[in-house]
């Protein structure tokens, strides 16, 4: 099993522009989270998905979008980047027991993303 | 939106010396967790803890979950150059969604 990945690994972009970031994972797990990873802050909860075809807020939201497809797949895009935006950005998922999502959530190696 | 208060922000250490970190909140969770994250790597759970007062290892790690549930703590015993790295402690409310809230991270450096 690969786990949790995350493409890119590595982006530059300027600002206004756009992109996406995919996360996959061949767990099967029912829970997926995107977070983003700054200096001194930890990591902050952006969205996450409790199931396939649905999403939901977390703490900074803002600036961000997201889909979940697939049960696999979790996307995170932005619409029009902003120098605040240049993080680190990680993906995770959970699996689910009796309804309630376990407690490990299992992350990806993470996605670089400085915007100029 | 709510952070944990972990501390200290970073430590540089002796090999062999034992660590001691903590976190602590102004609510109550349900459920504390250890993670440790690698240089260019995601986090990896370390301990989980489920009960206020549970004390629990894995190796030369040992967790606590504080007794009023607000805090916790992380003890390395005899550290070496492989603990290197961030660790975040993280605590839970509710399971139906799975949220975690994290700290700011704890950097240890440990010289040879």
């Known amino acids: 099993n690969a786990g949790v990945t995350q493409t890119p690994k590595f982006r530059v972009l300027k600002t206004g522009q756009s992109m996406t970031l995919l996360c996959a994972q061949d767990m099967n797990h029912e829970y997926m989270y995107w977070y983003r990873q700054d200096p001194g802050m930890g990591l902050r909860l952006i969205h996450y998905s409790v199931g396939e075809g649905t999403t939901a807020k977390g703490e900074v939201p803002d600036g961000y979008n997201v889909s979940r497809l697939k049960k696999q797949n979790f996307l995170l895009g932005l619409e029009s980047a902003a120098p605040s935006q240049t993080s680190v950005y990680f993906c995770a998922s959970s699996y689910s027991m009796a309804g309630e999502a376990y407690n490990e959530q299992f992350f990806g190696p993470g996605t670089r993303l400085t915007v100029l | 939106g709510q952070q944990l208060n972990q501390s200290p922000q970073s430590m540089f250490i002796q090999e062999g010396e034992d660590v001691s970190m903590n976190c602590t909140s102004s609510?109550?969770?349900?459920?504390w967790l250890w993670y440790k994250q690698d240089p260019g790597e995601g986090p990896v759970l370390l301990i989980a803890l489920y009960k206020a007062g549970e004390l629990t290892s894995n190796g030369r790690l040992t967790a606590q979950f504080g007794i009023t549930r607000k805090d916790s703590f992380l003890n390395i015993s005899a550290s070496i150059p492989s603990d290197v790295g961030i660790y975040f402690c993280?605590?839970?409310?509710?399971?139906?969604?799975?949220?975690?809230?994290f700290g700011q991270g704890t950097t240890l450096q440990v010289k040879p």
């Open positions: 993280a605590g839970r409310r509710s399971s139906n969604t799975g949220k975690l809230i």
């Open positions: 609510s109550i969770f349900n459920t």
